[in-house]
């Protein structure tokens, strides 16, 4: 056979198997079910304040309006963020946070961010930790850190090129110096906000002082547990320098129901911190 046929032959012959695996690719194809190795998206893990509670009109989750994942119009988010940077990641957000969440339960909602494949983590956690019924209750800051570490070690194990932001507990005892004065956040503290810290807010007792600035401490404890828990996971992780901690909180960042959680604006302030923070804005 001439030399020529035989070149067409092979080239009729790739065509035609070209083409046969084109067909494979068509609506009979079934979809498919492995994730990628790295989705491009972010998790966010922790307690009510990541899940936007209370800054809709009502005391729940809203996670639209989540400094961390939301996608609303309200906050610009990490997610939104990370998005105007590489839309890309569309429709990869995913909250495992949630209300009442102590350090404890990052462990799950690690799990379930690794689960995700997500390239990005989000963690706040520790106001639950201290927000007890009494001082007594709080929980021990040896106990915090082990459950941060165990959290931690989940993501550096399944996602091990995730980065991960771990996020200072946001200053509570600035929220009583704030709010103790207003009697509209009086009356809603009243109903068993933090008891630790907000029960009794007016009190000038001793007894009272010494419990609120009890809270107090064991907030800068935690915060200096996380410090020491991300830089112990190494580079991947970053700690956000205290800087949500520092935020000046007023009334007008709170949601007008508990006068505790953050509202839209209050969510979208911490989402600036976080995210100059985050080292991702550089």
Known sequence: MPRRWVTAVACLAALVAL????????????????PPAGSGGIAALGDSVSTGFGSCLVLTSCERNSWSTGDGLRVRSLYR???DRDPG?????????RPGARAAALQ??????????VDHVTVLVGANDACRGRVEE???VAQFRADVDRGL????TGRPRARVLVVSIPDLYRLWEVGHTDSRAVRAWRRGVCPALLADPTSTAPADRARRLAVRERIDAYN????????????????????????????DLVNRLDW???????????????WRASGLAD
């Open 138 to 140: 709080m929980t021990p």
């Open 19 to 34: 083409a046969c695996e084109g067909a494979g690719d068509g609506p009979s194809r079934p979809p498919r079910t492995t």
């Open 260 to 274: 505790f959680h953050p509202n839209a604006a209050g969510q979208d302030r911490l989402a600036e911190v976080a």
């Open 224 to 251: 200096a547990q996380l410090r020491a828990a991300c830089r112990a996971y190494g580079s991947r992780c970053r700690y956000d320098g205290g800087a949500v901690h520092r935020v000046r909180f007023t009334l």
């Open 81 to 83: 963020r990370l998005l």
């Open 108 to 117: 799950g909602q690690a799990r379930a961010a690794v689960r995700d494949r």
């Open 153 to 156: 070690r989940v993501l550096r």
């Open 89 to 97: 990641i569309r429709g990869k957000a995913y909250n495992h946070a």
